[in-house]
C-alpha cells in the first residue's frame, strides 16, 4: 500500500511559476511508475506526465512539454512537478498517482493523492 500526498498548489499569475511535490509513505516508490494528472472543471482528468523510478525515464503530454518538469528524489521518496510559463488552460486539480505499468491511462495507476488545486488568473 502507497499513500500519496500532494502540496505546493496556489493561485498564480500567467506566465508564473509552482511547484507541486508528491510525498509518499508506506510502500516507497522504487519498483513503481509515479505520475502527475489534471482534472478541471467538468472535464476528465487528463495525463500531464510520469517518470519511472528506477530508471528516471519521463513522458510528457504534449500540451506541457517545454514547460513542466517532472524529477524524483529517492531519498525523501518524492516527485516534483515544476511548472512553469503557467497558462489560464492550466488550472485544475492535479493528483498524483502511481502503479506498476508505463501508462499515461488513469486506469492503469492504483494509488492517488487527494489533489491540489492550482489555478491560474489572466
Known amino acids: 500500500q502507497v499513500q500519496l500526498v500532494e502540496s505546493g498548489g496556489g493561485l498564480v499569475q500567467a506566465g508564473g511559476s509552482l511547484r507541486l511535490s508528491c510525498a509518499a509513505s508506506?510502500?516507497?516508490?522504487?519498483?513503481?511508475?509515479v505520475g502527475w494528472f489534471r482534472q478541471a472543471p467538468g472535464k476528465e482528468r487528463e495525463f500531464v506526465t510520469t517518470i519511472s523510478w528506477s530508471r528516471g525515464n519521463t513522458n510528457y503530454a504534449d500540451s506541457v512539454k517545454g514547460r513542466f518538469t517532472i524529477s524524483r528524489d529517492n531519498a525523501k521518496n518524492t516527485v516534483y512537478l515544476q511548472m512553469n510559463g503557467l497558462k489560464p488552460e492550466d488550472t485544475a486539480v492535479y493528483y498524483c498517482?502511481?502503479?506498476?505499468?508505463?501508462?499515461?491511462?488513469?486506469?492503469?495507476?492504483?494509488?492517488w493523492g487527494q489533489g491540489t488545486q492550482v489555478t491560474v488568473s489572466s
Open positions: 508506506g510502500r516507497t516508490f522504487s519498483s513503481y511508475v
Open positions: 498517482a502511481s502503479g506498476n505499468r508505463w501508462s499515461i491511462f488513469t486506469s492503469d495507476y492504483m494509488y
